[in-house]
């Protein structure tokens, strides 16, 4: 299959992507609400509902902005490599859950997410520099 008819599919298919998706096909993350999808043996995962996907899609969008100096980045546009994603999407999370309960693994996206809320009230609140520090002592990266 083809990359356009790939993308054509996926978006017929997948009507809520999640944005955590990189994370958790790398299983840096887990998520009561992924709903795993096989096309052209390639696996997808969408959100299974409306609001679990706008509250992570708000995360993650903050998040790249908070991670852009330590991506040597003045502001983020354009998408990311898969590197630099992965170091947002696994980085961020597990900075996040250490800075929120000092645990360093994401068995759930939504529970994390939801306990943040609580904690700091609104995703603008989180504290982004802390999680930025965490996540790259968290998750270095590729080791060459």
């Given at each position: 299959m083809d990359e356009?008819?790939?993308?054509?599919?996926?978006?017929d298919l997948v009507a809520r992507p999640c944005p955590f998706e990189r994370a958790i096909l790398?299983?840096?993350?887990?998520?009561?609400?992924?709903e795993r999808r096989q096309i052209a043996e390639r696996e997808l995962?969408?959100?299974?509902?409306?609001?679990?996907?706008?509250?992570?899609?708000?995360?993650?969008?903050?998040?790249?902005?908070?991670?852009s100096f330590a991506l040597g980045r003045s502001k983020i546009t354009t998408p990311l490599p898969h590197?630099?994603?992965m170091l947002v999407q696994c980085?961020?999370?597990?900075?996040?859950q250490q800075r929120l309960n000092g645990a360093a693994e994401v068995a759930d996206v939504?529970?994390?997410?939801?306990?943040?809320?609580?904690?700091?009230?609104?995703?603008?609140?989180f504290p982004y520099s802390q999680v930025v520090h965490a996540a790259?002592?968290?998750h270095p990266g590729r080791q060459r």
């Open positions: 356009a008819a790939f993308r054509q599919v996926r978006n790398r299983a840096c993350a887990g998520c009561r609400l992924a995962i969408s959100c299974a509902t409306v609001a679990g996907q706008e509250r992570c899609l708000t995360c993650y969008e903050r998040l790249k902005q908070s991670f590197a630099q994603a980085g961020g999370l597990k900075g996040l939504d529970q994390l997410l939801t306990q943040a809320l609580v904690q700091w009230g609104n995703s603008e609140h790259l002592s968290l």
